[in-house]
């Protein structure tokens, strides 16, 4: 179910956790087929948080990963994404995933990720080709503890 508000003439749509990016990239693809104003798509779509080596990033995690549909003609895996708003600046974004993330992400006890807080940071495994990640579960800024 997605919750609107107006502000100063524009509509800020926050779509719950269970509605993925995928659906959000569907309808912005449908909006640009039929002609309607790329500013508008943009606004309907969720940006991707890409990574930078030694750069930490502090998220919480809205939903499950989402591998992403293989393109026609590409030889490539189709990257994996997870739903998560950046707490640093309240964004909601799809983080793009690597196996050795997703195992991080499994390797917490078996518990549920969706709804906990990390913070990760991704760095160079030397003589490979992949990245590692350390990632520690912290507690999330906006529970309240008294």
Known sequence: MATSKKTAGK???RYDAEQTSNAAKAIANMLADKGIDKRLTKEV???TWKWEDGTPKYFKVLGVPIKQL???GSTMEPPTTVPVRNLDTGEHCSLL???MLLNQFASFNGEEIIGRCF???RYAVEGKVYKGFDTISVPDPEETTE
């Open 97 to 99: 995933v690597n196996t």
């Open 11 to 13: 509509i800020d749509v």
């Open 119 to 121: 913070i990760s940071c």
């Open 70 to 72: 293989k393109r026609q």
């Open 45 to 47: 779509t969720s940006s």
